[in-house]
């Protein structure tokens, strides 16, 4: 398990992250989705024992992990833009990650090899931006870490490569309990392999749980009348996006369903459809109901 407890990080007096209370539990896989710069590359290496705190404590499975390296040996951090040693190949950095991973498992890294099209005998650095990001990959996976870390995944892969690593990471949790989290601007991708998710803005966890139960809580309707109705009939239901054309509103908002659905019944519309929604709809509804790229 993943613990965070008030957690604050400041980099030149500028702050990322103000008191961060956030739990991952074992065995899940857990979406980090933010606006750009709202600290969840910071939140990950704080994690990973990368970066130390200004406050608060970091603990996985109840250990500290800031210069703990019998805890960092369980922990695989995959930045954005992996980092490889200069000139070298897929096979050398798998003897350098051997040296500070002693549970890597060449078992694992021929079967990823086998699945991935990267020559390991290639040097890196002539690699594209997607193969480099599968051969962070194939080590990150090879090391088969108890909590694998891993920010924008998916940037760069092909559907199929996609596809294969989900496929993966599943089989991992299942076989042995691996904890994964996942910061990524593709929320279809993370909603398709998540049980969980967090939303960071202005420097806080402001909505973190279950993809389902997130999901439930917002609703999306197509309302129409046949006399005129305004805008603030709907000021009871507190929406977070509210369109009009004539008499047909778009409303999104959350809460209790029933109790949602009961309040639009009592304005006597003369029609009304439930609109389905997906994860990357609720992501831009709700930081839009923040004020996120509302005036554009």
């Given at each position: ?21 956030w ?8 979406g ?19 970066l ?31 980092f ?10 798998k ?27 290639e ?56 904890t ?23 420097n ?14 917002f ?63 609720i ?13 554009l």
């Open positions: 398990m993943i613990q965070l407890t008030s957690v604050s990080k400041s980099f030149d007096k500028k702050l990322v992250l103000d008191h961060i209370d739990t991952v539990k074992k065995g899940s896989v857990f980090l989705v933010g606006p750009n710069g709202a600290g969840k590359s910071t939140l990950l290496r704080l994690i990973s024992g990368v130390q705190a200004d406050s608060g404590t970091v603990l996985v499975d109840g250990d500290i992990v800031y210069d703990q390296p019998h805890v960092k040996r369980r922990i695989l951090f995959l930045a954005d833009e992996p490889f040693l200069h000139q070298s190949t897929l096979k050398e950095m003897e350098f990650y051997k040296i500070f991973y002693p549970a890597f498992d060449e078992a694992v890294y021929a079967k990823l090899l086998n699945n991935f099209p990267i020559n390991e005998n040097k890196i650095n002539t690699f594209s931006k997607g193969m480099k990001r599968q051969a962070g990959l194939i080590l990150a996976l090879s090391v088969s870490p108890d909590v694998l870390l891993l920010d924008e995944a998916f940037d760069g892969l092909d559907p199929v490569m996609r596809l294969t690593l989900k496929r993966f990471i599943s089989n991992e949790i299942l076989n042995r309990d691996m994964v989290v996942i910061s990524s601007h593709n929320l279809r991708e993370l909603e398709d392999i998540c049980d969980q998710i967090a939303l960071i803005d202005h806080k966890v402001v909505m973190s749980g279950d993809v389902d139960v997130i999901k439930g809580d609703h999306k309707y197509q309302i129409g009348f046949n006399h005129d109705v305004e805008n603030s009939a709907f000021d009871s239901l507190k929406p977070i996006h509210l369109e009009r054309l004539g008499n047909v509103f778009t409303l999104v908002c959350k809460g209790n369903k029933d109790e949602v659905k009961a309040q639009i019944d009592d304005l006597q519309p003369a029609l009304i459809n439930e609109l389905p929604l997906n994860l990357e709809e992501f831009v509804y709700e930081m839009e109901g923040r004020g996120y790229g509302k005036s």
